[in-house]
């Protein structure tokens, strides 16, 4: 059963907007392809620039020769890091960690190039074909260097080291000693060890990053329109680095065609343009090709655990020791080292361990850095914790359902207080799990798995009950303000405008938010414009990324109408001759209390409120609020994936034969847009579980530049999914909302990991490493008959 | 990438070994070589037009022979860089009689970066051994069409 047909039956659909699964009043225009993206835009006199770009992973920069490309017709300039690097501030890094070493992260490569991509120079020219062809004559003379490749072998001593002059390849150490290990780990019955390594992946969003930057020389001012997720953030962070104030810079967000944390950063390319059209005194425009994104753009994940799990004879696991070793690139990105520290704090998972030692090293070597990829930390940790607790279940012959249940705090525990030192805020696992069980028909799977195995057929059932973190967060535990901004408008004419900060790329909040400001304000939905994407009228935010949006952006929503309705309640009461306390609100009519025959709605209020010709003493004309929502805690949705596959023994292939997702984000305002993110992300996880794999040779040269060399699910790969929701709502905000944009991601790579490696079981194979490819299937099937 | 491969020859040892010297023959047996001068005893400026997994570029190299051993071996060391990227590369070329005529084996290995590893790595190792084949294919002609010194 879908989700909106689940609550259609609870009968909820009538009470309005919030709760109904609604088509997105975007959608139109980008099927119909009239939606501007970045590169849609155009500005008379706008010149194109293009990035020369590293061929070497490491290497030494000789000499720049650019004369050649210089005589091009329509050549405009050549600015090289030289040119550069002194005039402009260096590419942030928002979540340092103490005693952790990190290079100057320069716009433009000095004297040395560190990964393969590496800018080097851009040019600017009139076309963007002559921009292309100036790069293929800039003239680099490079020495090449010993490149570092292996995080691990990066540690030794006698390696070779991306950043020279830091002495080591250590970009940070981070430690989490929570609960008592040692004591943990001595109650032990057994320990075991656990070796797990989530391989880099490359985000692909379809749309590659680009940006325009427009100089206003008479007011000194400077718009840019860029393809990001934070244009509140970039608007506080590149003033500095470009040199004007903060009030002189206005960012644009048009559509942007997919970010998944890729676009969650500040780019070297968005400080540079912004200079060069200052310094050029003209637009300038970039957009980045598909290589250049898959080579220049943040990617993912890229950690080895070495893992020790202390358990008891009866399933309970009770501690887990792990050193992480995090590969984090050439630099640290806007939040390179607080991914892996979230797989840290997230590595109890939806269980009570005790004690938990998380000892993260992020080490530089002469790749992209990596940064926040969908699910960012979470999904390596959820991988870690499902896979032991499969692990647990086979080490004690235990199922494993049983071996899960038995270490879930019970509903009645929330709020629950993790070892790591978090807080659930609210939790039903067992609801979760025992829901994604009916759906799949569980003792129907395990009869299938019995038979299947009688007739010689590789068929495993894997699931995985995940926890995560969404809705980030207070302020206190981000690296700087985890508020969230919106602003509600009554126009003169009754119309509502609606201006959030939480500024969406492609999650649908111009039709959340209207069916919660609908709802609320007691209007219909088409009456209300959700504006967002450009800083001159979201005047604040902090955007969308963690799943943060709805919890937090709808909350400063529903603030501000609360503020505009206690305004308007004073103005109601002077024109219908009452007292403010006397009037009610209901359905978008004031009214005295009891006297429903006379009612006052919005459209008669707002043109009384700025005619401001019949206002009571004291009251300003207007009808207009602006709240900023600072939560209590992060929110923590959960849910139970469960998966069902064949591997073919000849080929190594796997078949999805079944998807089941019970996913509990809280409340839900919009259950198709739900269901959209659940279905997105298990698709994007079902990538990183059977194909996706960023590779680099051994002297750093990216192989994996396009998608003829780097696998994303086709439509072909992707299995029908059955999904449903139960609703345990968070008590951290007051719409009860958790956060869904993640869910998927975190979800379905362990549960169809487990499932993967529950089928190669009979064959005696204990645990494989991501991604499940035909070939590394079929190998490790090979190895196992040639041993036995 | 690495490749080995031996080619047979009409011609003996000594004409073979100065055909491979000489830049004028190389030009004319290199695919897409656009021109080659040169720059010092043994050593050579070459602009070449090559395409791989229709990555299409210009490169410009330098060309290094060393380890010379008339008639029997020679090293040669090939670099060049242009806007797909990188090539390196280097062959060992070894002479002996075979017959009236004589046989090569030339070992090679080489590697690519920047675009043309991006895009095309799978492919180099076979357009490799195709522009390899075609130089001894295309030598073989020259040798029977040109009067060469010591034939």
């Known amino acids: ?788 | 990438m690495k490749l080995s491969a031996t080619y047979a020859f009409q011609d003996p040892g000594e004409t073979l070994f100065a055909a491979l010297v000489d830049p004028a023959i190389l030009q004319k047996c290199i695919d897409g070589c656009e021109k080659m001068e040169k720059t010092g005893e043994d050593s050579y400026n070459a602009h070449l037009k090559i395409g791989v997994a229709g990555i299409k570029g210009s490169y410009v190299g330098k060309v290094r022979v060393d380890e010379k051993k008339p008639p029997e071996s020679f090293t040669l060391h090939v670099e060049g860089k242009g806007g797909p990227g990188w090539v390196k590369g280097k062959a060992k070329i070894q002479i002996l009689p075979k017959g009236e005529g004589s046989e090569l084996l030339c070992e090679s290995e080489g590697q690519v970066g920047g675009l043309i590893a991006q895009v095309g790595s799978r492919l180099v190792e076979a357009v490799g051994k195709k522009m390899q084949d075609e130089f001894f294919r295309k030598l073989g002609q020259q040798l029977r069409n040109t009067s060469v010194p010591g034939k």
């Open chain 1, 1 to 788: 059963m879908y989700l909106t047909e689940e609550l259609a039956a609870k009968g909820k659909v009538a009470r309005g907007y919030v709760g109904r699964a609604m088509k997105r009043v975007e959608d139109p225009r980008l099927i119909k392809g009239i939606a501007s993206y970045v590169d849609d835009l155009k500005i008379p006199g706008m010149l194109y620039a293009q990035f020369v770009r590293s061929p070497h992973a490491h290497a030494e920069i000789k000499s720049i020769l650019t004369d050649g490309a210089k005589v091009l017709p329509g050549l405009v300039g050549i600015f090289t890091g030289a040119d550069l690097n002194d005039k402009l501030g260096t590419i942030p890094c928002a979540s340092p960690i103490s005693g952790g070493r990190s290079p100057q992260h320069t716009v433009l490569a000095g004297k040395r190039v560190y990964f393969v991509g590496h800018p080097v120079a851009v040019v600017v020219a009139e076309t963007r074909a002559i921009a292309r062809d100036a790069v293929d004559l800039v003239d680099v003379d490079y020495e090449p260097l010993p490149a570092v490749m292996d995080p691990e072998k990066a540690l030794q001593e006698d390696s070779a080291l991306t950043h020279p002059e830091l002495g080591t390849n250590v970009a940070f150490i981070w430690k989490l000693p929570a609960g008592d290990v040692d004591a943990a780990f001595k109650e032990a019955d057994k320990v075991f060890k656990l070796r797990t390594v989530q391989p880099r992946v490359t985000p692909m969003a379809i749309e590659p990053r680009g940006c325009v930057a427009s100089w206003h020389a008479g007011e000194s001012s400077l718009t840019l329109w860029t393809s990001t997720q934070v244009p509140h953030l970039v608007r506080t962070l590149l003033p500095d680095l470009i040199r004007i104030p903060e009030n002189k810079l206005r960012i644009v967000t048009p559509e942007v065609g997919g970010g998944f944390g890729s676009k969650l950063n500040l780019y070297a390319e968005e400080v540079v343009i912004s200079h060069l059209a200052m310094r050029l005194e003209r637009p300038v425009k970039w957009i980045e090709g598909r290589r250049e994104n898959a080579a220049t753009t943040i990617h993912g994940r890229d950690q080895v655990a070495e893992s020790e799990i202390a358990i008891r004879n009866d399933g309970t696991v009770l501690a887990i020791r792990s050193k992480i070793i995090a590969d984090v690139g050439s630099y640290c990105q806007l939040l390179t080292p607080a991914i892996p520290t979230l797989t840290g704090l997230m590595l109890c998972g939806c269980y009570k361990l005790k004690a938990v030692l998380a000892e993260v090293t992020g080490v530089h070597t002469n790749k992209m850095s990596t940064d926040a990829y969908r699910g960012a930390g979470r999904p390596e940790a959820t991988y870690m914790i499902e896979r032991i607790m499969d692990l647990v279940a086979g080490e004690l012959g235990m199922d494993q359902v049983q071996v899960r249940l038995k270490n879930m705090p019970q509903p009645t525990e929330f709020p629950f207080n993790t070892a790591t030192g978090l807080t659930y805020d609210s939790g039903n696992y067992q609801a979760a799990l025992a829901k994604a069980q009916d759906l799949a028909e569980w003792p129907k799977l395990l009869q299938e798995r019995e038979t299947a195995r009688k007739e010689g057929r590789l068929f495993g059932i894997g699931l995985s009950t995940y926890v995560e973190i969404c809705a980030l967060g207070p302020s206190k535990i981000m690296a700087a303000g985890g508020w969230e901004w919106g602003c509600v408008r009554i126009e003169i004419s009754g119309k509502v405008t609606v201006i959030t900060g939480a500024t969406p790329h492609g999650q649908g909040q111009e039709t959340s938010f209207a069916q919660i400001a609908a709802d609320w304000l007691g209007i219909p939905m088409e009456d209300i414009v959700v504006l967002r994407g450009d800083t001159a009228t979201a005047h604040f935010g902090r955007d969308t990324y963690g799943s943060r949006a709805t919890a937090l952006g709808g909350t400063a929503i529903v603030m501000s109408i609360e503020k505009i309705i206690e305004k308007a309640k004073k103005l109601a009461a002077a024109l219908l001759n009452s007292k403010p306390e006397e009037i009610e609100f209901e359905n978008g009519k004031f009214f005295v209390k009891g006297k429903l025959e006379e009612t006052i709605e919005w459209g008669r209020l707002a043109s009384e409120a700025y005619i401001a010709k019949n206002l009571p003493p004291g009251l300003e004309p207007g009808l207009e609020a602006s709240s900023f929502f600072e939560p209590s805690n992060c929110t923590f949705p959960f849910g139970t994936h469960i998966v069902a596959v064949d591997v073919e023994r000849d080929t190594g292939h796997v078949n999805i034969l079944k998807y089941v997702a019970v996913d509990d984000c809280g409340k839900q305002v919009n259950p198709l847009l739900v269901e959209g993110q659940v279905q997105g992300g298990i698709t994007q996880s079902l990538g990183t579980a059977l194909m996706e794999r960023t590779v680099y040779d051994e002297s750093g040269q990216l192989l994996t530049g396009e998608f003829m060399d780097y696998a994303i699910p086709r439509a072909p790969d992707i299995p029908e999914y059955i999904l449903g929701s139960t609703e345990t709502p968070s008590p951290s905000n007051p719409l009860g909302v958790k956060g869904v944009g993640e869910a998927g991601t975190i979800g379905a790579t362990p549960a169809i990991a487990n499932a993967v490696i529950d089928a190669l079981s009979p064959l005696g194979i204990r645990h494989l490493d991501l991604p499940f490819t035909p070939e590394r299937v079929w190998r490790a099937m090979k190895e196992k008959e040639a041993r036995s």
